[in-house]
């Protein structure tokens, strides 16, 4: 069957939580706040507006994605699930409060972190830096499937932020209710001066790695990671609160990936906080990103170049 554009756009305006509140109304659970989930599968996590299957990695931003890569609809078969008899009037968008507050719920975690700490090893992490980060509480292994678990704190300490990390696969994600202001953090001075950025966790751990290795006092220096880069045409949302955290900041490091996206979140960082704070963009010497970097030269047996600062 054939679909006009605007059967389809409006198809696509209909929203996960609108479709089950009137189509599956006995598969959907309310989890928390404005946090959904589904009956049938637990780890497909419903929140302001899109939509997550964090044990399949996939997501979509409506009931159409969620027709196709969740039932496995045809995509005529979930247009026309979704608009019905054109002449009818789909059911209005159920939006949750813009303002309400994301829940951030931590997931359950292990005793014993062996598989992260051999699974971040393997990625040439330091283990000492992996040990001092699991008994400061910033590194966990999740009690399912044994991921490497990120948590980011606000100034109370209180769990804001978790980036999960397959320990087996390519799966990586963002724990549901996160909030990326308090991205992964590691903070070792009071009043910090200087803040060297990263877009993932694993890259900050792997240049203080090749800080330590350097001779450097890693254990001095304040490093955040951003967890992603957003659209890449603003400030992140997680440095522009560390500088409101730390009032202090006077330099900052970008330590972005050597890509096109990169290059340019970095050059519009410069643009939007060059006349407030010294900036510097330091991509690695080689390789896409700073565990590219370090696992390059881990396996060449050589001893890494200082990075030019």
Same mark, same amino acid.
């Given at each position: ?32 706040? %404005? ?11 419903? %929140? ?31 247009? !026309? ?76 300490? %209180? ?78 949302? !997680? ?25 340019? !979140? !970095?050059? %519009? ?41």
């Amino acid at each position: 069957m054939h679909y006009s554009k605007e059967d389809i756009a409006k198809a696509r305006e209909m929203d996960l939580l609108t479709y089950l509140t009137y189509f599956e109304p006995d598969n959907l659970k309310h989890v928390s706040a %404005n946090v959904y989930s589904t009956v049938e599968h637990d780890s497909l996590i419903i %929140n302001n507006g899109k939509w997550c299957w964090f044990s399949r990695g996939i997501g979509g931003k409506n009931a159409l994605d969620y027709l196709i890569k969740v039932r496995g609809h045809s995509f005529p078969d979930a247009v !026309a699930r979704l608009i019905g008899n054109p002449t009818e009037t789909l059911p209005v968008a159920i939006r949750p409060p813009p303002d309400t507050p994301k829940c951030f719920l931590m997931p359950e975690v292990k005793y014993d972190p062996s598989n992260v700490i051999k699974y971040l090893i393997g990625r040439g992490i330091d283990s000492e830096i992996v040990r001092w980060c699991i008994d400061h509480k910033l590194i966990f292994e999740t009690a399912k499937y044994s991921n490497a678990l990120f948590i980011g704190y606000d100034q109370d300490h %209180n769990p804001k932020y978790g980036a999960v990390r397959s320990t087996t696969g390519d799966y990586k994600g963002d724990v549901k209710g996160s909030d990326k202001r308090f991205a992964f953090r590691i903070v070792n001075a009071k009043n910090p001066k200087s803040v060297y950025v990263f877009e993932a966790a694993i890259d900050l751990l792997s240049f203080a790695t090749l800080e330590k290795q350097f001779g450097e006092k890693w254990h001095k220096k304040s490093y955040l990671s951003l967890a992603g880069i957003g659209n890449g045409k603003s400030v992140p949302k !997680a440095l522009d609160q560390f500088l409101k955290d730390y009032p202090n900041i006077t330099h900052i490091h970008l330590l972005l990936d050597s890509d096109e996206p990169g290059r340019i !979140a !970095a050059q %519009n960082i410069k643009v939007a906080l060059g006349d407030r704070y010294i900036i510097k963009y330091m991509p690695p010497p080689t390789g896409k990103d700073y565990n590219e970097f370090l696992q390059s030269k881990n396996t060449k047996g050589k001893q890494p170049k200082p990075i030019r600062r």
